[in-house]
T-cell receptor, first 111, second 112 residues
Framework: NAGVTQTPKFRVLKTGQSMTLLCAQDMNHEYMYWYRQDPGMGLRLIHYSVGEGTTAKGEVPDGYNVSRLKKQNFLLGLESAAPSQTSVYFC??????????FGPGTRLTVL | SQQGEEDPQALSIQEGENATMNCSYKTSINNLQWYRQNSGRGLVHLILIRSNEREKHSGRLRVTLDTSKKSSSLLITASRAADTASYFCATDGLSNTGKLIFGQGTTLQVKP
């Protein structure tokens, strides 16, 4: 099993550009989450999903959109990237809302 | 705002010594979890302790929870160089959706 995978691993954007980060899990987990991690800080929840077709806002949702069209995939979109969105983005999934399994992260730089 | 506050922010010890990290949180919880993050990697779950538990062990890890003080501690015994990583506590804030609120983490360096 691959667990949780994220694509791409690295990306550099210019201010105003858009992009989509893809998270995929093969553990049949219902719950999926998107976090961002900034230097010296813990993770902050952006959006999450408790099942296919559902999404909800987390702590820092502004500037991001998400979709969960398939149970195994959770997409995070940036419509108009800003330098403040420079960060490392982590996706996670869980079964029953307990232990979360994390992907390797996407390092995004917005110039 | 982040719920968990961890102390110390950084810890440096010699191999074989014990490492203790503390976490404080603000609201009631169902459970508290500890995660490890190696440099440049994703987080890895270490242990979960429920609100009605006071202590839990897993290998060289010992976690305590004091809900009256809203605090937890993670003890790593007989540390190894491979334990060098950042450690985060995370609480669910009584969420039924599995949402976690992470602390800022403790960076542990174990010197060989």
């Amino acid at each position: 099993n691959a667990g949780v995978t994220q694509t791409p691993k690295f990306r550099v954007l210019k201010t105003g550009q858009s992009m989509t980060l893809l998270c995929a899990q093969d553990m049949n987990h219902e719950y999926m989450y998107w976090y961002r991690q900034d230097p010296g800080m813990g993770l902050r929840l952006i959006h999450y999903s408790v099942g296919e077709g559902t999404t909800a806002k987390g702590e820092v949702p502004d500037g991001y959109n998400v979709s969960r069209l398939k149970k195994q995939n959770f997409l995070l979109g940036l419509e108009s990237a800003a330098p403040s969105q420079t960060s490392v983005y982590f996706c996670a999934s869980s079964y029953g809302g307990y232990e979360q399994f994390f992907g390797p992260g996407t390092r995004l730089t917005v110039l | 705002s982040q719920q968990g506050e961890e102390d110390p922010q950084a810890l440096s010890i010699q191999e074989g010594e014990n490492a203790t990290m503390n976490c404080s949180y603000k609201t009631s919880i169902n459970n508290l979890q500890w995660y490890r993050q190696n440099s440049g990697r994703g987080l890895v779950h270490l242990i979960l302790i429920r609100s009605n538990e006071r202590e839990k062990h897993s290998g060289r890890l010992r976690v305590t929870l004091d809900t009256s003080k809203k605090s937890s501690s993670l003890l790593i015994t007989a540390s190894r160089a491979a334990d060098t990583a950042s450690y985060f506590c995370a609480t669910d804030g009584l969420s039924n959706t599995g949402k976690l609120i992470f602390g800022q983490g403790t960076t542990l360096q174990v010197k060989p």
